[in-house]
């Protein structure tokens, strides 16, 4: 574990039953990374902050071009974003820090692989890209032992990181962790701005004896929504709540609490999120905001999957 990830605060859920299956899919996977600033950190004022929030697939999604076009101004009508975050769920580690040994099978999924030329892990992120980097694995990822994997979300940035959360959320079929953490600048105009940021991936429990996975998933939103109001006291902090919720159409009830309790969000996405075997397609993703001190939050799908399965999704904060 690096020394920083000490000061990572954790939330889980209190009862006994839910903490005993968390633990053992915790043994499973490697320690939470944490570096809290870039390789170089830049102090330039910034009157708008571009992020974008992705299911990259285990490897799938080509992160490093993503990240070539953000810095060419090709996602963004031919302006470069050399300030920029990224949100990724089924980020991916290879690494001998995982457990090489298990004890048990019973908390180990499938590994996810995609078919084409794999893409770097989250390690490569901090070492090629010099980002900093919150990562929390919520899974192993397949149960071999001569690929020591696990994979979760990361929340990557050429912002330095503060205030990191993680929050466990109740468990359904498979453990998922949620990431928080607060960016802040000022404008060119000497205002300062505070972003919170929260990076979730819901289950896909299909939970037949506990009311279905609309109920699953509403239980680990309601479970989301509390531990982050503990951490959102501002009201002039902005709130992004975004990534993949495995949600299928807007009257899901995760969905509208989610848009109860964050009343600025932008106008839901209407094309595909996501697009499976056989033409199968979903808008799975989403985007949640409390405005609190900016001018405007907008965002939008990009045109292409990049190699994952998934469209990411680009947001634009003005302050």
Not at 30 to 49: C, I
Not at 91 to 113: C, E, M, N, Q
Not at 155 to 174: A, F, H, K, W, Y
Not at 208 to 219: E, K, N, Y
Request: glycine share 8%; with cysteine.
């Amino acid at each position: 574990m690096v020394p920083s990830a000490a000061r990572v605060a954790w939330w889980s859920p209190s009862d006994a039953a839910s903490a005993k299956k968390l633990a053992r899919w915790c043994e499973t996977v490697g320690p939470v990374v944490f570096h809290a600033e870039p390789a170089q950190v830049s102090h330039v004022p910034l009157d708008r902050l571009v992020l974008i929030s992705w299911n990259v697939h285990v490897g799938g999604g080509d992160v490093h071009d993503v990240i070539r076009r953000l810095r060419s101004g090709e996602l963004t009508g031919g302006e470069p974003i050399d300030q920029f975050v990224l949100l990724l769920q089924e980020a991916y580690r290879r690494d001998d820090a995982i457990p090489a040994r298990l004890i048990r099978s019973d908390s180990v999924p499938g590994r996810i692989a995609p078919t084409h030329t794999r893409e770097a892990d989250v390690g490569h992120l901090r070492r090629d890209d010099g980002l900093a980097v919150l990562y929390a694995p919520s899974m192993r990822n397949g149960i071999v032992d001569i690929n020591r994997e696990d994979r979760g979300n990361a929340i990557v940035s050429t912002i330095p990181l503060e205030d990191p959360l993680l929050v466990e959320l109740p468990i359904e079929r498979q453990r998922r962790v949620v990431i928080a953490t607060t960016l802040t600048g000022v404008t060119t105009t000497g205002a300062e701005w505070r972003v919170r940021l929260a990076d979730v991936h819901l289950d896909t429990a299909l939970a037949l004896t506990s009311g279905g996975p609309f109920a699953a998933r509403r239980r680990q939103t309601e479970a989301l929504i509390g531990a982050l109001s503990e951490s959102h006291t501002s009201t002039a902090e902005t709130l992004i709540v975004a990534g993949d919720f495995n949600t299928w159409g807007g009257r899901e009830p995760a969905i509208q609490l989610l848009d109860r309790a964050y009343p600025d969000t932008p106008k839901a996405i209407d094309e595909p999120t996501w697009r499976g075997p056989l033409g199968i397609h979903a808008t799975l993703d989403h985007v949640f905001t409390t405005r609190g001190a900016a001018r405007s939050i907008d965002v939008r799908r990009l045109p292409s999957r990049f190699g994952s399965d998934h469209y990411p999704l680009l947001l634009t904060i003005r302050f």
